[in-house]
C-alpha cells in the first residue's frame, strides 16, 4: 500500500501513513529541517529579504537532501506589497529551480495572466498550490505544462475545482493540507469520489507523481 502525499503543509509531524512536504517559509525561518520540505519567500513577504540574500538562502537549501522544491511563491493581487517586485522574486525562484532542476511550488491570485507570461520564459515543473480555479482556467494551465495541488476546497462542492478537477489528468494531480487541521485522508477520499476511482488506485497515481519530482 502506498503513502498519502501531501504535498504542501504548515504541519511539521506527519502521521505515520503520510508522507509530508512542510512549507518553509524563509522569512520566518532558514534553518533547514530534517524532514522534507520545500522552501520560499511568499509574495505577501517579498520585500523582506534581498534578492542577493534570498538567492544565496535558496542554493543553501537545494543542496539537501531532504529538500522538495522551491516555493510557495508567486503573484498575488490582493496583498499590498508590489507586483514588480512580487515578480522579481518570483522570477528568482523560477531560475533556481531551472538552474538545479527542482520543482516549483506556485501561489497565485489573481494574477493568471502575468503568471503564464513570466513563467512561460522557465522550462522547469511548475505546480499551482491550493488550486481553485475554473474549468476555463484550468484548460488554459494545461495547455502551459502546469501542474495542481489541491487542497481543502475540493471539499466544498460549490468550489470551482469541486467541478473543474475532472478535466486534470492524474499525471498532473497532487494533494496538500496547507495551513488547515483537515486530513489528508479527507482530500484524498473526496477526489475519489468525484473522479470515480478506487483509493488505492488514487494512492498510487499521486505517488508515482510524487516519486517522478523527488528523481528530477
Avoid at 505515520?16 to 524563509?26: E, G, I, R, S, T
Amino acid at each position: 500500500m502506498k503513502p498519502y502525499i501531501d504535498l504542501h503543509t504548515h504541519q511539521q509531524h506527519p502521521k505515520d501513513d503520510v508522507v509530508a512536504v512542510y512549507n518553509q517559509l524563509l522569512h520566518e525561518e532558514t534553518v533547514i529541517p530534517t524532514y522534507l520540505f520545500s522552501a520560499g519567500l511568499h509574495p505577501w513577504y517579498a520585500d523582506q529579504i534581498s534578492l542577493e540574500t534570498l538567492s544565496v538562502t535558496l542554493n543553501k537549501s537545494s543542496t539537501s537532501q531532504n529538500f522538495v522544491a522551491f516555493g510557495e511563491t508567486g503573484l498575488d493581487k490582493v496583498c499590498k506589497i508590489p507586483m514588480p517586485i512580487q515578480q522579481d522574486v518570483f522570477e528568482l525562484h523560477l531560475s533556481k529551480a531551472v538552474e538545479k532542476n527542482k520543482p516549483l511550488i506556485i501561489h497565485c491570485v489573481k494574477a493568471w495572466d502575468e503568471l503564464i507570461e513570466i513563467s512561460s520564459n522557465y522550462q522547469t515543473t511548475k505546480i499551482l498550490h491550493g488550486y481553485n480555479g475554473s474549468a476555463e482556467l484550468t484548460r488554459r494551465l494545461l495547455q502551459q505544462g502546469f501542474s495542481f495541488s489541491i487542497g481543502k476546497e475540493i471539499l466544498i462542492q460549490s468550489s470551482k475545482i469541486h467541478s473543474s478537477v475532472q478535466f486534470i489528468p492524474c499525471s498532473s494531480l497532487f494533494c496538500e493540507t496547507d495551513a488547515s487541521d483537515i486530513s489528508i485522508k479527507h482530500i484524498y477520499k473526496e477526489l475519489c469520489t468525484i473522479l470515480r476511482m478506487q483509493e488505492e488506485d488514487f494512492k498510487s497515481k499521486i505517488f508515482e507523481n510524487f516519486a517522478r519530482l523527488r528523481s528530477v
